[in-house]
């Protein structure tokens, strides 16, 4: 199972990207799926959530500006970042719970990071 993250780069404050993570491989399901960041000389933190039947849930941080999504037809989920600020300047990462047969266990796996740099 593969993970690829993209849409990353540089934005002004204020701004918008969009991030969006696709999972590939053998995969038989997939239930929650996440994206986390992490800053320069901080720990990575818990940023959006979805469950398979998509409820969704977010960092204070981020709360009102961001939108978690996914589709699940490919595999992918998505991170809708608007009025963004410096402080999210971040690498971003996103982890997915995934069951590659009917009778193996959830397994998470992680994506490479997407960097997001929020700068005028």
């Known amino acids: 199972v593969q993970l690829q993250a993209s849409g990353g780069g540089l934005v002004q404050p204020g701004g918008s990207l969009r991030l969006s993570c696709a999972a590939s491989?053998?995969?038989?399901?997939?239930?929650?799926m996440h994206w986390y960041r992490q800053a320069p000389g901080k720990q990575r933190e818990l940023v959006a959530s979805i469950t398979l039947v998509g409820t969704t849930s977010y960092s204070d941080s981020v709360k009102g500006r961001f939108t978690i999504s996914r589709r699940n037809a490919n595999n992918t989920v998505y991170l809708q970042m608007n009025s963004l600020k410096p402080e999210d300047t971040a690498a971003y990462f996103c982890n997915a719970n995934v069951r590659i047969t009917s009778r193996t266990i959830p397994t998470y796996y992680w994506g490479q990071g997407t960097l997001v740099t929020v700068s005028s």
């Open positions: 491989g053998s995969i038989f399901s997939i239930a929650d």
